[in-house]
């Protein structure tokens, strides 16, 4: 198999030693922790000294941190360094209230770099190609990250950020962009584009999407359409930002850069720590961010690791993930992914690539009605072509769900395109109890 590294003796380390670095830097990120007066009221309040903690046996006796904990600290409540040594911060958008602040030193960004450049070196890119960075410059952590990254390897980078998707494509021709980062939902949006402006895009070949969910199903479109090979990117700004888990050249699950952030999968609903194999929550404990240390961050998303070993060398992988636990719709008590609707979507050729799912409840029930654009080349306004199609998602759904959906079908490019994250569901039920 064709891999190469950035840092080959990091990424491959697992076993004893892989514990004893991770042991070593866990009792530094607690030291770390305790200049945080959060930090120091939870282990008081735990019983613990920083002292208990020798190794990462020692982890569970630390209680969780949650989003809402360091949204209570807003906004520099969760940094252990002197404002004067913090040269960068981020935020998160907050659905609601306060948006979550982080915070980096210097040592943090290169760091941060450390990890993009793992995850470019990975895919395959080295210093002769050339990266369009198609997401937010601003305070998303995906602009800043991905670009020093790149940088850092020696890549020429082209700092497009999002808009004027015309220009994007133009751009790609014209400096023969080989590779492109941005979400998935912006890829799909240039791919359109590009289509209508009768480009293939010939010097494209590598596509990094993330930030959000995705399917298989899109990988598959987005591959064709823009004739990449597609690898699925996650982070968040809390773990730096991008660049935490990425997929390596199998495709088939995202290594974690084991020395750097130690994984746990618990039970959402009971903390109990999962084995591999086992889906639940991800918990992180990254071990050498210095500006703003976490222990054991809930993070919300839900994977698993998996149990083979990857024929690249790399250690334990994550899962895809499928959604948020607080992103899980239930429905007359069945778990609905967003992501697992879109699965749906994208198998059927008549539908659009866009949808957006309002929630809805009607005489106490639960109603799920998805509004979806029927493709243009389907669209012949005859009444029973859009029932047949109608038919043909709400039997696919059901079959996927097992749970009745009403369907909407609606004009071609008549729903809202994004740049950033897609945002796919509209859940009204608290405006009708
Ligand atoms: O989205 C960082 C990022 C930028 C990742 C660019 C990848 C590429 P936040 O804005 O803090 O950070 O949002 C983090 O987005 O907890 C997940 O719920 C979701 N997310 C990120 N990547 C993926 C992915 C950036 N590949 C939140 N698959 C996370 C599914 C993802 N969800």
Known sequence: MNTAYWNRDKETLKGD???????????????????????????????????????????????????????????????????????????????????????????????????????????GLTDDDIFQNAVNYGLFTGGLGFHYGAEKVGMTVIPSATGNTRRQIEMID????????????????????????????????????????????????????????????????????????????????????????????????????LGPGERGELVVTP??????????YRTGDITMLMEDECPCGRGAKLARFSGRCDDMLVIRGINVFPSQIEHVLRSIPEVGDEFLVYVDRVNHLDEMTIDIELKREYFSGELSDLTRVQNKVVAALREALNLRTRVKLVEPESLPRYEGKAKRVVDRRGDTV
Request: charged fraction near 25%; aromatic fraction near 10%.
């Open 17 to 123: 030693g892989l514990e004893i670095l991770q042991s070593k830097r866990l009792k530094w990120t607690v030291r770390q922790a305790a200049e945080v007066p959060f930090y120091r009221d939870l282990f008081r309040s735990a019983g613990i000294a920083p002292a208990d903690i020798q190794s990462v046996r020692d982890i569970e006796k630390i209680p969780f941190t949650t989003k809402k904990d360091l949204q209570q600290g807003y906004p520099f409540g969760f940094l252990a360094v002197p404002m004067k040594k913090v040269v960068r911060i981020h935020t998160t958008s907050g659905t609601t209230g306060k948006p979550t602040v982080v915070g980096y030193t210097r040592r943090d960004l290169d760091n941060w770099s450390e990890l993009i450049a793992r995850n470019l070196t990975m895919v």
């Open 174 to 273: 014209d400096f023969g962009v080989t590779a492109l980062h941005c979400t998935p939902s912006y890829a799909m949006h240039i791919a359109g584009v590009a289509e209508k402006e009768g480009t293939t895009l010939p010097s494209l070949k590598t596509g990094m999407f993330g930030a959000e969910p995705w399917s298989d199903n899109m990988r598959k479109i987005l591959e064709e359409k823009l004739g990449v090979t597609a690898y699925d990117s996650y982070g968040m700004s809390e773990m730096y930002g991008p660049g935490a888990a990425f997929e390596c050249q199998e495709r088939d699950g995202l290594h974690i850069w084991h020395d750097m952030y130690y994984v746990e999968i618990i039970d959402p609903d009971t903390g109990e720590v």
């Open 287 to 296: 071990l050498v961010k210095e500006a703003m240390p976490l222990l054991r």
